[in-house]
């Protein structure tokens, strides 16, 4: 079983940043790809972006491409996203999930965390 605990949600303005953590316990973390969805008020669960076990492949969705950056740190068991030139449509929960492929699909993954909320005020 894993345990994956999000922080660095909040409140910012419409350009500023944000850097998300996602700690994970219990299984070994290099085993295992992770990945960042959102889902805002109303809205299906939408993908973000994902690393592979090495942390070498990166994937993100179209519309966070150029602005937010994945990565992963196997000696703390953390993920991370960080997030820049956030814009009032990046405001939706973020949650951390983990599983045995990188992919969009949120099916795919077996662990997710709590969610944490971020909201970008125009």
């Known amino acids: 079983q894993v345990q994956l605990v999000e922080s660095g949600g909040g409140l910012v303005q419409a350009g500023g940043s944000l850097r998300l953590s996602c700690a994970a316990s219990?299984?070994?973390?290099?085993?295992?790809?992770t990945g960042w969805f959102r889902q805002a008020p109303g809205k299906e669960r939408e993908f973000v972006a994902a690393?592979?076990?090495?942390?070498?492949?990166?994937y993100y969705a179209d519309s966070v491409k150029g602005r937010f950056t994945i990565s992963r740190d196997n000696a703390r068991n953390t993920v991370y996203l960080q997030m820049n030139s956030l814009k009032p449509e990046d405001t939706a929960v973020y949650f951390c999930?983990?599983?045995?492929?990188?992919?969009?699909?949120?099916?795919?993954?077996?662990?997710w965390g709590q969610g944490t909320q971020v909201t970008v005020s125009s």
């Open positions: 690393i592979s076990r090495s942390g070498l492949s990166k």
């Open positions: 219990g299984r070994a973390f290099s085993s295992l790809t």
């Open positions: 999930a983990a599983g045995f492929s990188s992919t969009s699909n949120h099916n795919d993954y077996n662990y």
